[in-house]
């Protein structure tokens, strides 16, 4: 079933569909390795992403949590060097595979960035817009989308006034949610966040936290953090990564509890990291 | 239909066609700015080899409109010999200007209004240089009329602000921590300058000064106003000069065949030379990062 | 010494905390010596604008200044000089020479930072760069002998179909013609306004092109949407650089444009520039002052346009560049809400 076809409603970002694996997942990734170079930084994990909720994914600088989320949506081969084998599925198509097109891998799997990064030549409306317009979306139906997309990212009555101001013209809080609204604008299935409160003060970060409780509704969302607190208040299940390699993914509430692992506990309970 | 394989539909065909299109023109056009490279070079070789001879490296034009024209011994020496001049006056002034902007100028305004002007000196078209050398050394007579070294003069007001730009950039390379051992031991500011600063910038140093010479060595303007408007045939510094841009440009409109062709001769023999100055340049360059 | 009787222990012995009077006077004068030659630069330039200006001065008397700009008649014999001919040889060059070397440059500078595989990037950069160690004369001959006759045919037919726009069909064509000198012109200035081009177009952060292929950019359109809106001041001031180049270049143009200094009819009559007519005529002008002092008006001309080009150029290549490191731009005049197209 495609989005495509149905017309915005002015209040949902966009309607979902349900998730096509049995299992709930809307991603799946089977023995998953990565490379930078001679770096072996993902040593063949295997895991899956819950259709409609959020997925945390923590551990320690240098883990391989932020390389895997690039490999989500392929931006993992933008770096020079870099390289990824294993097989990432959405629903069950293997990204991966030969004839898939990386755009549209792209445009089906969103990403939102650590540091807040508006194109700086564009207004708070044109930042929305890049995505669409790429997509030939044009008029009536543009405005549309850009509203519904603004309100979507809880930033429609902060700047109705100022659409056509430049987007670095607004504060950190509020341009990392123009980004969140630019990337969902055009209906991914996934929005994956790279950090995105590690540059926020906590008032900003309290509110991209409420909108990512929101947009799951309507997305199936991945999170990398360093933040232990920011993983327990926003996460349903949560991954625990080191040194390349899945340690354990469970449900939030287990993984902060009453981990399975012993370095799962040493890290949550801060004894490194 | 699986909602992936409908969200993993492939772009628009006009998109990726747009895409593979401008690609290929930005691949197309990298490939357009090198064809006048390659062809500037094959008709260099192909009409210049067959000028080369003994002869034309040991005989000077006769100045025969018609009949033996003569080699290009005179322009190659006074090519080597006002460009060594050049650089004699050059280097040291423009290497020192750089000194003292990285060394005591620091952001005051004299070094600020410096740093504009010897920026603006590099966008001075090197015919103004010309013009202005001959105003001041040619017509007033100093030292008879046209001369060797007042080409040198010009080439060198040329070099200077090439060299001070470049240098700048090396000698700001050199990590102030060496500055500051060598003044904790006691040692005067000069001599930290000179023992320090300059040995350890020098091979960037001489690549910025090789490149500024490359550079003298292919001009033409300046010359024609300042050493020679005759063909020379002389060596001495002191006396109009012939050399190899000046000796290309009278030779380009002649009727004669063979005087045409022995400036493809020169313009190989020019064009020789300036690439081994620049690869030497990048040489040195290479084996030696500053940072 | 005084000093010594003060102190309470024994007085340093001069030779520790005290150096002979040369050797502190070193430090002083090495400093004076270098700051002399930094002044020269300026005592230079003072010079320069002086000495021009005076022997311009009687030409500019002869002619006034503003005729001496735009009147459209450059005859020596009856002491008229109208730069005009010249001025306008000169733009008309550079015109044609931005047109087909700028698209190229930035083309090659876009394709060689973001296109191209890595282990091309430097041996393209190198090529690139060596088209601006071949010297003004060898382009000239080259355009002279290689270009000119080869291209004959090819602008006779653009000549006559276009014949019906102003400034083409100008009936048979000459062999060095204006077009000629703008394309020698063009290569000319291709290694600096691309080199200019690939520095400012390196700085754009990979941010905003991650941000673009995130939202499902092909390519091209990361160029688009990132690359191009963010470095486009610093590839103007790039261009602008070129045309500052491309204004003072003169040999290789006075090959290859003919020096005749009149307007020619179309684009492909002679012509002549500035620079190309100060060497054209400074033999015959010898001593005499009107006519000698007509051609140092020419190069005062072609040295304040230059200063003021390459003036705004340096502003928009720093003021990119800086933009650039610090990862936020001066805010441009913003689009309204709706500005679709």
Same mark, same amino acid.
């Given at each position: 079933m495609s989005n495509d076809t149905l017309t915005p409603a002015p209040t949902a970002a966009a309607p979902r569909a349900a998730p096509a694996m049995p299992d709930g997942h809307s991603m799946t990734v089977r023995d998953l390795h990565a490379h930078y170079g001679d770096t072996h930084a993902i040593k063949g994990v295997s895991m899956g992403y819950a259709a409609n909720q959020v997925t945390a994914m923590i551990g320690p600088?240098?883990?391989g949590k932020s390389t895997l989320l690039r490999c989500l949506n392929r931006m993992h081969e933008e770096i020079p060097g870099a390289r990824a084998e294993g097989t990432v599925l959405l629903d069950e198509t293997d +990204?991966? &595979?030969?004839?898939?097109d990386v755009v549209a891998v792209r445009r089906a799997i969103g990403m939102v960035f650590q540091r807040a990064n508006p194109f700086p030549t564009m207004s708070v409306f044109d930042n929305v817009a890049a995505g669409l317009r790429l997509n030939g979306v044009k008029g009536v139906d543009l405005h549309e989308r850009v509203e519904v997309s603004l309100r979507g990212a809880g930033l429609w009555d902060e700047v109705k006034d100022r659409l056509?101001?430049? @987007? +670095? @013209?607004?504060?950190g809080g509020q341009q990392q949610r123009l980004c969140i609204a630019r990337a969902i604008a055009v209906r991914p299935r996934v929005v994956l966040m790279d950090e995105p409160c590690s540059a926020l003060d906590p008032i900003a970060t309290l509110k991209v936290e409420e909108l990512i409780a929101a947009l799951k509704r309507d997305f199936t969302i991945v999170i990398v953090t360093h933040n232990m607190q920011q993983a327990a208040r926003v996460s349903d299940t949560t991954a625990f990564f080191y040194l390349g390699e899945l340690v354990e993914h469970a449900p939030t509430d287990a993984i902060f509890s009453n981990p399975g692992d012993p370095r799962t506990e040493e890290y949550v309970t801060g004894k490194f990291g | 239909m699986s909602a992936a394989l409908d969200a993993l539909a492939p772009v628009a065909g006009r998109r990726r066609l747009t895409d593979r299109a401008m690609r290929a023109l930005l691949w197309a056009g990298t490939l357009v700015a090198l064809v006048p490279l390659v062809l500037v070079l094959w008709f260099l070789l192909q009409k210049g080899l067959g000028a080369l001879s003994v002869d034309f490296f040991t005989t000077d034009p006769t100045g025969n409109f018609l009949g033996d024209p003569g080699g290009v011994r005179s322009a190659i020496l006074g090519t080597l010999e006002i460009v060594a001049l050049a650089s004699a006056i050059g280097i040291p002034i423009g290497v020192g200007v750089a000194l003292y902007l990285v060394e005591y100028g620091g952001q005051r305004w004299f070094a600020q209004a410096v740093r504009y002007f010897v920026d603006v000196m590099t966008g001075v078209p090197s015919i103004v240089f010309g013009l202005f050398v001959y105003i001041v050394l040619v017509v007033s007579g100093i030292g008879g009329s046209f001369a060797g070294w007042k080409g040198s003069v010009a080439l060198a007001l040329l070099m200077l602000p090439v060299v001070t730009r470049s240098a700048e950039v090396v000698l700001a390379l050199v990590p102030d921590h060496l500055r500051e051992a060598a003044l904790a031991l006691g040692a005067p500011r000069w001599k930290v300058i000179l023992r320090i600063v300059l040995p350890t910038a020098l091979p960037g140093l001489v690549t910025a000064s090789l490149l500024a010479v490359a550079r003298a060595m292919g001009e033409t303007a300046p010359l024609l106003f300042?050493?020679?408007?005759?063909?020379g045939r002389s060596w001495d510094l002191g006396g109009r000069m012939n050399s190899l841009p000046v000796q290309i440009y009278n030779d380009?409109?002649?009727?004669?065949d063979q005087i045409v062709a022995r400036a493809w001769g020169a313009a190989l023999t020019l064009v020789a030379l300036i690439l081994l100055i620049t690869l030497v340049a990048r040489f040195i360059a290479r084996r030696s990062r500053l940072a | 010494m005084e000093v010594g009787a003060v102190s309470v222990t024994a007085a340093p012995p001069p030779s520790v905390m005290e150096r002979g009077g040369a050797a502190r006077r070193a430090d002083p004068l090495f400093k004076a010596l270098l700051t002399g030659l930094a002044a020269l630069v300026l005592v230079l330039i003072a010079f320069f604008l002086v000495f021009l200006f005076t022997k311009a001065r009687i030409a500019f008397a002869h002619q006034g200044f503003l005729s001496f700009i735009f009147t459209n008649d450059w005859n020596p014999s009856k002491e008229i000089y109208g730069s005009w001919p010249l001025v306008a040889g000169t733009l008309i060059t550079s015109a044609v020479a931005l047109v087909i070397g700028v698209p190229v440059a930035v083309a090659s500078a876009l394709f060689i930072t973001e296109l191209c595989p890595r282990a091309l990037r430097q041996p393209l950069t190198i090529l690139v760069e060596?088209? &601006? &160690?071949?010297p003004s004369v060898v382009y000239g001959l080259w355009g002279f002998y290689v270009l000119a006759p080869n291209l004959k045919g090819a602008e006779q037919v653009i000549d006559d179909k276009l014949g019906f726009l102003p400034f083409f069909g100008g009936g048979p064509i000459a062999g060095p013609n204006y077009f000629i000198a703008g394309l020698v012109l063009a290569i000319m200035i291709l290694p600096i306004v691309s080199a200019i081009s690939r520095e400012v177009i390196a700085t754009v952060p990979a941010d905003h092109k991650e941000a673009a292929l995130a939202l499902g950019a092909t390519r091209w359109e990361m160029i688009r949407t990132a690359v191009l809106p963010y470095s486009r001041a610093g590839i103007t001031g790039g261009a602008m650089l070129g045309l500052g180049r491309a204004i003072g270049e003169t040999i290789a143009v006075a090959i290859v444009i003919g020096q005749s200094p009149a307007i020619g009819h179309s684009l492909f009559s002679q012509g002549s520039t500035l620079a190309a007519q100060i060497v054209a005529e400074f033999g015959e002008a010898g001593s005499d002052d009107l006519h000698s002092g007509a051609l140092i008006a020419c190069g005062l001309v072609l040295f304040i346009l230059t200063l003021a080009i390459n003036g705004a150029a340096r502003y928009l290549v720093i003021r990119a560049e800086r933009a650039g490191r610090s990862g936020t731009r001066a805010a441009r005049a913003p689009r309204p809400a709706g500005g679709t197209a």
């Amino acid at each position: 079933m495609s989005n495509d076809t149905l017309t915005p409603a002015p209040t949902a970002a966009a309607p979902r569909a349900a998730p096509a694996m049995p299992d709930g997942h809307s991603m799946t990734v089977r023995d998953l390795h990565a490379h930078y170079g001679d770096t072996h930084a993902i040593k063949g994990v295997s895991m899956g992403y819950a259709a409609n909720q959020v997925t945390a994914m923590i551990g320690p600088s240098g883990c391989g949590k932020s390389t895997l989320l690039r490999c989500l949506n392929r931006m993992h081969e933008e770096i020079p060097g870099a390289r990824a084998e294993g097989t990432v599925l959405l629903d069950e198509t293997d +990204i991966y &595979a030969r004839g898939i097109d990386v755009v549209a891998v792209r445009r089906a799997i969103g990403m939102v960035f650590q540091r807040a990064n508006p194109f700086p030549t564009m207004s708070v409306f044109d930042n929305v817009a890049a995505g669409l317009r790429l997509n030939g979306v044009k008029g009536v139906d543009l405005h549309e989308r850009v509203e519904v997309s603004l309100r979507g990212a809880g930033l429609w009555d902060e700047v109705k006034d100022r659409l056509g101001r430049p @987007g +670095i @013209g607004l504060s950190g809080g509020q341009q990392q949610r123009l980004c969140i609204a630019r990337a969902i604008a055009v209906r991914p299935r996934v929005v994956l966040m790279d950090e995105p409160c590690s540059a926020l003060d906590p008032i900003a970060t309290l509110k991209v936290e409420e909108l990512i409780a929101a947009l799951k509704r309507d997305f199936t969302i991945v999170i990398v953090t360093h933040n232990m607190q920011q993983a327990a208040r926003v996460s349903d299940t949560t991954a625990f990564f080191y040194l390349g390699e899945l340690v354990e993914h469970a449900p939030t509430d287990a993984i902060f509890s009453n981990p399975g692992d012993p370095r799962t506990e040493e890290y949550v309970t801060g004894k490194f990291g | 239909m699986s909602a992936a394989l409908d969200a993993l539909a492939p772009v628009a065909g006009r998109r990726r066609l747009t895409d593979r299109a401008m690609r290929a023109l930005l691949w197309a056009g990298t490939l357009v700015a090198l064809v006048p490279l390659v062809l500037v070079l094959w008709f260099l070789l192909q009409k210049g080899l067959g000028a080369l001879s003994v002869d034309f490296f040991t005989t000077d034009p006769t100045g025969n409109f018609l009949g033996d024209p003569g080699g290009v011994r005179s322009a190659i020496l006074g090519t080597l010999e006002i460009v060594a001049l050049a650089s004699a006056i050059g280097i040291p002034i423009g290497v020192g200007v750089a000194l003292y902007l990285v060394e005591y100028g620091g952001q005051r305004w004299f070094a600020q209004a410096v740093r504009y002007f010897v920026d603006v000196m590099t966008g001075v078209p090197s015919i103004v240089f010309g013009l202005f050398v001959y105003i001041v050394l040619v017509v007033s007579g100093i030292g008879g009329s046209f001369a060797g070294w007042k080409g040198s003069v010009a080439l060198a007001l040329l070099m200077l602000p090439v060299v001070t730009r470049s240098a700048e950039v090396v000698l700001a390379l050199v990590p102030d921590h060496l500055r500051e051992a060598a003044l904790a031991l006691g040692a005067p500011r000069w001599k930290v300058i000179l023992r320090i600063v300059l040995p350890t910038a020098l091979p960037g140093l001489v690549t910025a000064s090789l490149l500024a010479v490359a550079r003298a060595m292919g001009e033409t303007a300046p010359l024609l106003f300042t050493s020679a408007i005759v063909m020379g045939r002389s060596w001495d510094l002191g006396g109009r000069m012939n050399s190899l841009p000046v000796q290309i440009y009278n030779d380009v409109s002649s009727p004669n065949d063979q005087i045409v062709a022995r400036a493809w001769g020169a313009a190989l023999t020019l064009v020789a030379l300036i690439l081994l100055i620049t690869l030497v340049a990048r040489f040195i360059a290479r084996r030696s990062r500053l940072a | 010494m005084e000093v010594g009787a003060v102190s309470v222990t024994a007085a340093p012995p001069p030779s520790v905390m005290e150096r002979g009077g040369a050797a502190r006077r070193a430090d002083p004068l090495f400093k004076a010596l270098l700051t002399g030659l930094a002044a020269l630069v300026l005592v230079l330039i003072a010079f320069f604008l002086v000495f021009l200006f005076t022997k311009a001065r009687i030409a500019f008397a002869h002619q006034g200044f503003l005729s001496f700009i735009f009147t459209n008649d450059w005859n020596p014999s009856k002491e008229i000089y109208g730069s005009w001919p010249l001025v306008a040889g000169t733009l008309i060059t550079s015109a044609v020479a931005l047109v087909i070397g700028v698209p190229v440059a930035v083309a090659s500078a876009l394709f060689i930072t973001e296109l191209c595989p890595r282990a091309l990037r430097q041996p393209l950069t190198i090529l690139v760069e060596l088209l &601006a &160690a071949v010297p003004s004369v060898v382009y000239g001959l080259w355009g002279f002998y290689v270009l000119a006759p080869n291209l004959k045919g090819a602008e006779q037919v653009i000549d006559d179909k276009l014949g019906f726009l102003p400034f083409f069909g100008g009936g048979p064509i000459a062999g060095p013609n204006y077009f000629i000198a703008g394309l020698v012109l063009a290569i000319m200035i291709l290694p600096i306004v691309s080199a200019i081009s690939r520095e400012v177009i390196a700085t754009v952060p990979a941010d905003h092109k991650e941000a673009a292929l995130a939202l499902g950019a092909t390519r091209w359109e990361m160029i688009r949407t990132a690359v191009l809106p963010y470095s486009r001041a610093g590839i103007t001031g790039g261009a602008m650089l070129g045309l500052g180049r491309a204004i003072g270049e003169t040999i290789a143009v006075a090959i290859v444009i003919g020096q005749s200094p009149a307007i020619g009819h179309s684009l492909f009559s002679q012509g002549s520039t500035l620079a190309a007519q100060i060497v054209a005529e400074f033999g015959e002008a010898g001593s005499d002052d009107l006519h000698s002092g007509a051609l140092i008006a020419c190069g005062l001309v072609l040295f304040i346009l230059t200063l003021a080009i390459n003036g705004a150029a340096r502003y928009l290549v720093i003021r990119a560049e800086r933009a650039g490191r610090s990862g936020t731009r001066a805010a441009r005049a913003p689009r309204p809400a709706g500005g679709t197209a």
